[in-house]
């Protein structure tokens, strides 16, 4: 009884994500698509799939994120419910290509 409680007190304090993943794809070191619109106020779920042969960080200061990617591999990126606005990202370890934004409206 006390693990059924723990569970449902888990599903109910977890984000509700409204609509499907955004699907992203790093690919020669650039995101594509490279602006992501979202719903504000809504948290969101990215989906990134890195094509390339070496790994990447997906990395955003304004969205406080942080998640490295291994090439040939995908990860999952929770977005929390956003303000409307413009928070840019970047793929850190090619930070000169891989560059893009997400916008909340």
């Known amino acids: 009884m006390k693990t059924l409680v723990i569970a449902l007190t888990f599903l109910l ?3 509700a994500f409204a609509d499907a993943p955004v699907i992203v794809h790093l690919k020669n070191h650039r995101f594509t698509p490279a602006t992501i619109k979202v719903k504000a ?4 779920m990215l ?3 890195n094509d ?3 790994a990447d960080e997906f ?3 304004s969205l406080k994120i942080e998640k490295v990617v291994p090439g040939h591999d995908k990860g999952n990126i929770r977005l929390r419910a956003l303000a409307p606005g ?3 990202f970047m793929g850190e370890y090619h930070a000169a290509t891989a560059q893009g934004m997400v916008i909340a409206q």
Request: aromatic share 10%; proline share 16%; no cysteine.
């Open 47 to 49: 989906v990134l799939f």
């Open 86 to 88: 413009k928070y840019p």
């Open 59 to 61: 990395d955003s200061s």
């Open 41 to 44: 106020n809504e948290p969101a």
């Open 52 to 54: 390339d042969d070496s």
């Open 13 to 15: 304090a977890a984000p």
